[in-house]
């Protein structure tokens, strides 16, 4: 019983204690600042632009009747270059080596891929359990 009143004191005292309100999360301007104090925590530095790079992603993505889904976001680290090298991009990236002598082109109009668009091997992986022989 005295959980239960803390836990229901705790939530009351909380509703005082806002700071700020994002009315519209589709407004990349407003979100800023609401990402850029969570992310200064742990990118020291980088918090400006990191705050404008996430906002801009998820306002791309930011549904209109359903709930957010952070898996709609990806991040793909790419060896070469810096945290401010980083870029938003709209669509899909397949993080694989070239397959040929060509590794990068100047003002190229067109890409060609020889190879499916899968992945080799799932991101989540599965345990089965067997229990007996007939099983197996």
Known sequence: INA?????????????????TVKDVKNKEAVIPVVRSAVGSKQDGYEDFLAE?????????????????????????????????????????FKRNVESDITSV?????AVFSCPFDIG?????????IKTAEEL
């Open 4 to 20: 239960e009143y803390g836990g229901d004191k705790c939530l009351e005292i909380l509703e005082t204690l806002v700071c700020h």
């Open 53 to 93: 790079l996430i906002s801009d992603a998820c306002s791309k993505i930011m549904p209109t009747q359903r709930s957010f889904n952070v898996d709609h976001v990806r991040t793909c680290k790419i060896l070469g270059s810096g945290v401010l090298s980083s870029t938003c991009l709209q669509g899909m990236v």
């Open 106 to 110: 100047k003002d190229a109009k067109i």
């Open 121 to 129: 091997t799932t991101e989540t992986k599965g345990t089965v359990l």
